[in-house]
């Protein structure tokens, strides 16, 4: 599966694919720049191969896509990550699908429900001691 999540909206975009190479990806960012056709797109990435693919890149770069790559180890620093964990407690937790078709309608199921119900982020840690200029963590 491949999903993105749109930081105004709060919404999810999915799609299921056989695959998780390179072409895959470029499929879906061509969809991601289809359903958003208007200004410069931001895709945060994890070190996966195929997102660092020149054909990927180079296409990314020509349709004002600019990829961002988390940094190693640092998945919790993408937004998208915590969506993952609701997906796989409402919709793999526990369960023994027959087939991979009937755990992908679980998961399609529970993300329109989520887009229905999803409020965008707004005001994210406002009284976050981070957000002061003076912050700085204890380091030895």
């Known amino acids: ?31 991601l720049r289809r359903r958003f056709p208007a200004g410069k797109l931001y895709l945060v990435c994890d070190n996966y191969g195929p997102h660092a693919k020149a054909e990927v890149t180079a296409w990314c770069a020509a349709n004002d896509i600019e990829l961002v790559y988390t940094p190693t180890n640092a998945s919790w620093l993408n937004w998208i990550e915590c969506e993952f964990t609701a997906v ?34 707004r005001r994210f840690a406002v009284n976050s001691k981070i957000r002061r200029p003076d912050y700085l963590p204890n380091v030895a």
């Open 1 to 31: 599966m491949f999903d993105a999540l749109d930081l105004a909206s709060c919404q999810m975009f999915y799609r299921f694919r056989d695959r998780k190479r390179w072409p895959q990806f470029l499929d879906f960012c061509k969809q």
């Open 88 to 121: 796989r407690y409402f919709t793999l937790d526990g369960s023994d699908y027959p087939s991979h078709a009937a755990q992908e309608a679980a998961i399609a199921g529970y993300l329109r429900w989520r887009n229905r119900h999803c409020h965008p982020k």
